[in-house]
């Protein structure tokens, strides 16, 4: 198994630019979902979705939006860069018991300029 | 709104030093901990958790986090620190039957050889 893919692993945009970050998993979890990391912040979640065509806001959707059109992909699209949206983005995923541990993907790392 | 707090943001030890990394939630019901580690320039992975019975969990690396009901607590330890524990370590909540974590901001361990 791969577990968490994610692509790219950088990216430079411009601000008004958009783009897509792509997150797949190969381990059939419902639960998916996106974080961005930035120093002192933490982990914030973004959106986060249960399952196929089931999509939800986390604590800071503005700026971002998310489809989950299989239960494998879960892309994050930046409609509008920002440079306020220079972070690193992570995605998730697992079960939706309430002990499932979450994994990782390896981060993409988004520079706004 | 639940939110776990991690009161050590930064921490420097030397190794063989012992470790003890704060984590507190606000949630009265029940949970479910974890803790979870980054590795410089890597994804965030398990180390750890707890779901029920024996309040004393051990983990990979020699790691292990005890809960404190009455404290709402879940402090990680490791009795000798070594420069590969260098790390970032998060600390998740998982309340009642949620499956979505709440993550603390993240402590900083930078451990000197």
């Known amino acids: 198994n791969a577990g968490v893919t994610q692509t790219p692993k950088f990216q430079v945009l411009k601000t008004g630019q958009s783009m897509t970050l792509q997150c797949a998993q190969d381990?059939?979890?419902?639960?998916m979902s996106w974080y961005r990391q930035d120093p002192g912040m933490g982990l914030r979640l973004i959106h986060y979705?249960?399952?196929?065509?089931?999509?939800d806001q986390g604590e800071v959707p503005n700026g971002y939006n998310v489809s989950r059109s299989t239960t494998e992909d879960f892309p994050l699209r930046l409609l509008s860069a920002a440079p306020s949206q220079t972070s690193v983005y992570f995605c998730?995923?697992?079960?939706?018991?309430?002990?499932?541990?979450?994994?990782f993907g390896p981060g993409t790392r988004l520079l706004v300029l | 709104a639940q939110s776990v707090s991690q009161h050590n943001h930064h921490v420097i030890l030397s190794e063989a030093a012992s470790l003890e990394l704060g984590c507190n939630y606000s949630?009265?019901?029940?949970?479910?901990l974890f803790w979870y580690v980054q590795y410089p320039g890597q994804h965030l992975q398990l180390l750890l958790k707890?779901?029920?019975?024996?309040?004393l969990v051990k983990g990979i690396k020699g790691f292990e986090a005890e809960f404190i009901k009455s404290k709402f607590s879940f402090n990680l330890r490791k009795p000798s620190v070594q420069w590969s524990d260098t790390a970032e370590y998060f600390c998740?909540?998982?309340?009642?039957?949620?499956?979505?974590?709440?993550f603390g901001r993240g402590t900083s361990l930078i451990v000197h050889p």
């Open positions: 949630y009265g019901g029940t949970v479910n």
């Open positions: 381990m059939n979890h419902e639960y």
């Open positions: 998730a995923s697992g079960g939706i018991v309430k002990q499932e541990t979450q994994y």
């Open positions: 707890y779901f029920s019975g024996d309040p």
């Open positions: 979705s249960v399952g196929a065509g089931i999509t």
């Open positions: 998740a909540v998982n309340e009642g039957g949620s499956y979505i974590p709440t």
